[in-house]
């Protein structure tokens, strides 16, 4: 195993926590890495954003799955995995990233790490002989995705490399879990540390949950457990109904708000709402666009959060610059940024 790369020298400070939830002018525009709604001198500090790194075979299908015959389609092999596409898409609004993770010593481990070391993201990934990298066989249709998952590399993401790596980024501000580690009793342990090693060094947190089928197989109270003291955890309408039950997206929101400090609920063209405490903030999506492809449209979703809520930016505002990002997202085949 390989450890990861130092990050630059000197003495991490106190974690800035994000300013509070407040209701800005909504005719304001959304923040961005270098501007938010407490002034354009604020930047977020590094993120370390932990968890996947997969190669996506993508399949843009022509139509309905024809069984046992043919079926066309557009079909594109490029980088995937939740953590690694909110690198990439932070990367590309000028956050300084760190993703941590594992591949295998293989040429698509290295062509995943170049490919994100080009686009901004500073690398700090195991790499394990003997294991695959990850790969993940996507199939959309319709504006909806099935994803066929085979998490190589990724399940041998350790604890001591997670330590590591967050000794060697003492600019680091904030840590971004992705909830997959947790989701997989393998790789749990990292996960686990991960969050707890967050906390250790003063840094502010969130959690994606990843997956609602996985969520339903360990359980919405053992979940809940692991990501209790996180700042942020953001869910899908599909992991919302798996960790709070109902159909309702506000008293999921509310729910789970009970649960964790702050919750998002991404739901798609219908837009968002945050929740924290006894306040609830909903945002309609940005515009109506073509949906090409949905795979890492919530892990950009995700990235536009954090850049501007990281900076200080009440909720309606990071609510209004996700959604935003989020939909970019869904025009272009893939999962990262477009070119």
């Known amino acids: ?18 300013g509070p939830v407040e209701a800005p002018d909504p005719a304001g525009p959304p923040a961005t890495a270098a501007t938010s709604g407490t002034g354009a001198d604020r930047r977020p500090g590094r993120v370390l954003v932990v968890g996947d790194v997969v190669t996506d075979v993508v399949a843009v299908l022509a139509g309905p799955v024809a069984p046992g015959s043919d079926t066309p389609a557009a079909i594109r092999v490029t980088g995937g995995g939740q953590a690694a596409n909110t ?21 698509a481990g290295r062509d995943r790490a170049a490919e994100l070391t080009r686009g901004g993201v500073h690398c700090a990934l195991a790499t394990h002989a003997g294991t695959a990298t990850g790969t993940v066989i996507v199939l959309a249709a319709e504006g909806e995705r099935t994803m066929i998952t085979e998490r190589g590399a ?23 879990l992705s909830g997959y580690p947790l989701l997989d009793a393998a790789s749990r342990p990292a996960g686990l540390r991960a969050l707890a090693a967050a906390h250790e060094h003063g840094l502010t ?13 360990v ?18 309408a599909d992991e919302a109904a798996a960790l709070a039950g109902g159909t309702d997206p506000a008293q999921q929101a509310r729910t789970l708000a009970g649960r964790v400090r702050r919750v998002v609920v991404k739901r798609g063209a219908a837009g968002a709402l945050w929740a924290e405490g006894d306040t609830l903030v909903e945002v309609p999506a940005p515009r109506r666009v073509p949906v090409v492809d949905a795979t890492g449209a919530g892990d ?8 501007a809520w990281l ?25 990262r940024p477009p070119h």
Do not use: C, K, Y
Not at 88 to 107: F, S
Not at 158 to 173: G, I, K, N, T
Not at 300 to 307: D, E, N, P, R, V
């Open 1 to 18: 195993m390989t450890p990861p790369t130092p990050g630059p020298a000197g003495t991490r400070p106190p974690a800035r926590t994000p």
């Open 87 to 107: 690198a990439a898409w932070l990367a590309a609004q000028g956050v300084p990233v760190t993703l941590v993770g594992a591949v295998g010593d293989d040429d």
């Open 154 to 176: 990724n399940l041998r993401l350790s604890p001591e490399h997670v330590e590591a790596a967050l000794a060697a980024a003492p600019d680091a501000r904030h840590l971004h």
């Open 205 to 217: 947190t969130s959690v994606d949950a990843a997956s609602a089928a996985p969520l339903r197989q």
């Open 219 to 236: 359980g919405a109270a053992a979940f809940l457990t692991w990501v209790r003291d996180a700042d942020l955890l953001l869910v899908n």
């Open 300 to 307: 950009a979703f995700a990235a536009g959060l954090l850049a």
């Open 311 to 335: 900076t200080g930016a009440p909720a309606r505002i990071a609510l209004d610059h996700a959604t935003e990002l989020g939909a970019t997202a869904v025009t272009t085949t893939g999962a």
